[in-house]
């Protein structure tokens, strides 16, 4: 495709207010994000996609830290046998399971799970690593791909296989390891809000949607502009379902001398948060990345490409904001307009672009534009790079704040079923509405308007939950807690 034909392809990205499903399969690949594979169901993840994981990585790694947790790596491959120790583990798997029957030209004596998650063969080695309370806590991450075959498939929200970390913890008390699930969850909500700029409500799920094999499942969940709420990370309290005997017997001698077994708890987040980034900040031009995550946070454009004085001017530039730890780049592209170079970085979704020319050299001054408000403005070169410092922290508090606003424009509370029917068919959006907790109600409703409970949202970050005295917006028997309702992806 020629260059002309290219820019024009990049103007046709379908509104996202006319086809916000469209638009999402567009803008991924038009600022370069991820590709179709020729394997299907996988998808390539580009340097663009690919620099929002790294980022993430590098801000999750120290407060993963922080909690006393430590990366390792285990293998890709889980012996099929692990998984049917755990009944409940492997019935919720199953349906979802790639299994290698054969390798090195022979067929394998005992078949193998292509990991869809890797509680069976961590804990494996737990029970050979964990001997007395002197051992635990144990806490160990991984950043991985998992393989789970799913039948329809959506760039980043639901691949066959997908990146990210899995944290399992074994503890010698229940309360360490409620603790620790509680605190996987709000390290989730800080990556979520204070780098992605996606406000989150933390809660548990119902024993209908929790985690296989968990006792509880907490969650945070975000809601995306065409009102379908997005599971964006879990923490999960296993109890002592996989450390019991007839599981994986990860037994150890207690402070008494007594043999006890380990609470383990598990959480994950994965680049299926990276679709929610783009789903609720992206606008019609393409991408909005909130500065605290974008892999470029500033682009600097040069107005001309045969000026040498020009380039090497927004080199030192580069230079100057890169010693603040701003990730500034300069576009050098030599073949490239201005204006075709500021469409791209519009949509990539840079935060902040600076664009330079003879003018501005001349005027000892900078022609900034912010990209989540298309706001101009006009700056001294003096101290630029603590103006720019400035307007990127003001940029990223603002988009939590309109993403923020958005949400709370698609939350209602509703008190008949009528009206619960009536915003799913509508808006859609958070639907608070009081729920007995009975699952034959929760299956009904999800069945008839294909909303399902996301969370009970928790009040403090202790894990507490209002009570309060209603009646089932279903059934109309008491009710002791409002759930949070919504369809999702």
């Avoid at 293998?75 to 583990?89: G, Q, V, W």
């Avoid at 680049?271 to 605290?292: K, W, Y």
């Avoid at 001054?365 to 410092?389: A, D, H, M, P, W």
């Avoid at 608070?432 to 299956?443: N, Y």
Wanted: hydrophobic share 40%; proline share 4%.
């Amino acid at each position: 495709m020629s260059l002309q034909k290219e820019y024009m392809a990049k103007r046709q990205l379908i509104p996202k207010s006319e086809d916000m499903s469209k638009w999402y399969t567009q803008v991924i690949q038009m600022a370069q994000l991820a590709d179709y594979s020729p394997v299907k169901g996988c998808m390539v993840i580009r340097p663009n996609g690919y620099g929002i994981w790294e980022n993430i990585q590098e801000k999750m790694n120290p407060l993963l830290k922080e909690l006393g947790v430590q990366n390792a790596y285990f293998p890709l491959f889980i012996p099929l046998s692990f998984l049917s120790k755990e009944a409940e583990h492997v019935e919720g798997f199953a349906p979802e399971l790639a299994i290698v029957t054969h390798g090195g030209g022979e067929e394998l004596k005992e078949k193998l799970v292509v990991r869809p998650t890797s509680e069976t063969i961590m804990y494996d080695m737990y029970s050979k690593w964990i001997q007395s309370y002197r051992d635990l806590p144990l806490s160990l991450n991984q950043w991985n791909n998992v393989v789970r075959w799913e039948k329809r498939t959506y760039f980043f929200l639901r691949t066959t296989e997908f990146l990210w970390q899995e944290t399992h913890t074994a503890h010698a008390k229940h309360q360490d390891a409620m603790d620790m699930v509680l605190n996987g969850l709000e390290l989730y909500r800080t990556i979520a809000e204070d780098y992605l700029a996606i406000p989150v409500i933390k809660g548990r799920k119902s024993a209908a949607e929790k985690f296989a094999g968990a006792e509880l499942t907490t969650t945070i969940e975000a809601i995306m502009p065409d009102g379908k709420a997005l599971q964006a990370g879990t923490s999960h309290d296993l109890g002592q379902h996989f450390s019991k005997k007839e599981a994986f017997n990860i037994a150890f001698q207690n402070e008494k001398g007594e043999v006890d077994y380990v609470w383990q708890t598990s959480y994950g987040l994965s680049t299926r948060i990276i679709g929610g980034l783009i789903m609720t900040h992206g606008d019609n031009e393409g991408l909005v990345l909130p500065p605290n995550i974008a892999p470029v946070q500033v682009m600097i454009v040069p107005a001309t490409n045969d000026r040498l004085q020009t380039t090497q001017f927004c080199e030192e530039l580069e230079k100057t904001l890169k010693s603040q730890q701003v990730r500034a780049k300069v576009d050098t592209r030599n073949t490239l307009s201005m204006g075709w170079k500021l469409n791209d970085a519009e949509l990539q979704g840079v935060p902040l672009t600076i664009v330079v020319g003879e003018r501005e050299i001349e005027a000892h001054e900078l022609t900034l534009k912010i990209r989540y408000s298309n706001e101009k403005r006009i700056v001294s070169q003096i101290g630029f790079e603590k103006i720019v410092t400035k307007i990127l922290e003001d940029i990223q508090v603002g988009m939590l704040a309109a993403a923020t606003k958005k949400r709370d424009a698609l939350t209602f509370e509703v008190s008949s079923y009528d009206m619960f029917k009536e915003k799913m068919n509508t808006t859609k959006g958070f639907i608070k509405a009081f729920w007995c907790e009975d699952p034959v109600c929760e299956k009904f409703i999800k069945n008839e308007t294909t909303a399902s409970t996301r969370c009970l949202p928790f009040t403090n970050k202790q894990g507490d939950v209002a009570e309060e005295k209603g009646v089932c917006i279903y059934c109309q028997n008491p009710a002791t807690h409002r759930w949070l309702f919504a369809q999702s992806y």
